[in-house]
């Protein structure tokens, strides 16, 4: 029998070592156990719960979560219980234990009032069966600058570019989260960031994560005396063709607005002997698309990113706000029971009102088709072709213009 449970304190560096081994990499070194590791740990993570299946005092499951913050669409932010660590051992495989820690999982969230549940997947097979939707696809991307074009820096109305500058992390780290603070709401899909999360992706460089790239490297883009982007990445050499065939592994890029995104592209397929860009999480609608020359030599593999599971999905349809006016009677229809119900959604000037009624729906969403279109990104019209919503095509066709939204979300944070 196998006991699902939470752990103590003085069982992290065995958690950590079981989630270590589960995702297939080599042991942590010892530094990683120290009690000053331990506090390190838990400071980044600030996990909300840890959880593991225990076959005969062994950890063979893992599970955690920690809280987030979500970017909505109008500018507002949502409450987002995130799953990480999820792992489960061979020999312990397909014998319903993350079956059983995800339900956990879920009450326990929905319990503590957390409005959504969120994850990224380490295949795209797992998650659709507990309610979670793909709701922010990407391109992850390869640019291999030798052939392509990419355009120059504009400047702004009055002509200034943004000047580029390689800052060290240290510099980083006081730089740029409180441009990041100042601007992730507005793109739905960024998720909130804490100091002790800045530490670790700025800060903390450990040799074990590079696989074999350089340390980190930033370049900021500012533009009146204020950081208007950034990028972060590792360069990767690679002289195996006879010649300089390095890459640019881009890991954070934020653009605030599009002379800094032209500034960065233009540098990150500049550097000198490291002609391949790769970015896993570039928005579908990143104007890079339309600005290089030769698009077709562009490598894209289409990526999901973050899935989204509603808890609560009265108070999800109210946080987020809506390009389109418009009214609509829907169900969620949630084989866990946790979201199911009927709902009248009203939208008055771009604002939600969600009142539970007794009547049919008029449309009725699988929970994972309400995942995937809750940040306007996945066609509700495109769910309901699949077979993931139903009503009549008036009603969906309504819903999905409320729904939808300009921009598309963007959700490149990896947790
Ligand atoms: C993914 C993982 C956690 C699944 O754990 P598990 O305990 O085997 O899952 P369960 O037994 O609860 O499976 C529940 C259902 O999901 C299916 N499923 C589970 N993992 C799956 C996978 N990787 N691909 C396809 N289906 C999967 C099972 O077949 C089962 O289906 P059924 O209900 O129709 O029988 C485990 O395989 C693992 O640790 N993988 C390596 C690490 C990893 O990828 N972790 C996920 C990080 S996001």
């Not at 069966?129 to 820096?153: I, K």
């Not at 946080?319 to 969620?332: C, F, H, I, K, M």
Request: with cysteine.
């Amino acid at each position: 029998m196998i006991e699902l449970r939470g752990i103590e304190r003085d069982e992290v560096p065995a958690f950590r070592a079981a989630v270590t081994f589960g995702f297939g990499a080599d042991e942590l070194p010892e530094a990683e156990f120290t009690p000053e590791a331990v506090d390190a740990f838990l400071d980044v993570a600030a996990l909300a719960t840890m959880m593991v299946g225990v076959d005969r005092g062994r950890f063979v499951a893992t599970f955690a979560s920690r809280d987030f913050d979500l970017a909505v669409p109008g500018g507002a932010s949502v409450s987002m219980a995130g799953a990480t660590m999820v792992t489960v051992l061979p020999t312990h495989r397909r014998r319903g234990l993350l079956t059983g820690l995800m339900e956990r999982h879920l009450a326990q969230a929905a319990r503590r009032g957390q409005v959504l549940a969120g994850l990224r997947a380490s295949e795209e097979t797992i998650y659709g069966r507990f309610g979670y939707g793909s709701a922010a696809p990407c391109y992850a991307l390869q640019l291999p600058a030798d052939t392509v074009a990419v355009p120059p820096p504009v400047g702004d109305a009055g002509g200034a570019q943004p000047a580029l500058r390689l800052v060290g992390a240290d510099e980083a780290a006081t730089l740029l989260p409180p441009v990041y603070d100042r601007h992730w709401r507005c793109v739905p899909g960024l998720l909130s960031r804490t100091p002790a999360w800045w530490q670790e992706r700025l800060l903390r460089d450990p040799e074990h994560r590079r696989r074999g790239a350089t340390a980190r490297r930033h370049v900021v883009a500012e533009q009146g005396g204020a950081v208007t982007g950034w990028a972060s990445y590792r360069q990767l050499d690679n002289w195996s063709a006879g010649r300089a065939d390095g890459a640019v592994e881009v890991e954070d890029l934020h653009a605030f607005d599009d002379q800094a995104r032209r500034a960065l592209w233009h540098f990150l397929a500049h550097v000198d002997l490291y002609p391949n860009v790769r970015w896993g999480d570039c928005a579908l609608d990143d104007p890079i698309f339309l600005e290089v020359d030769r698009p077709r030599r562009l490598i894209t593999r289409l990526q999901d990113t973050l899935w989204l599971r509603l808890l609560d999905p009265a108070k999800a349809f109210e946080a987020r706000r809506y390009e389109r006016d418009g009214e609509v009677t829907l169900a969620v229809n949630d084989p866990l029971g946790i979201a199911d119900g009927t709902w009248h959604l009203q939208v008055e000037e771009g604002r939600g009102r969600c009142r539970p009624v007794a009547g049919p729906a008029e449309v009725t969403l699988d929970c994972r088709a309400a995942g995937a279109a809750y940040l306007g990104g996945v066609p509700l019209l495109t769910l309901a072709r699949a077979g993931w919503a139903e009503g009549a095509s008036d009603a969906v066709a309504r819903l999905d213009g409320m729904l939808r939204t300009a921009r598309a979300p963007w959700s490149p944070e990896h947790f």
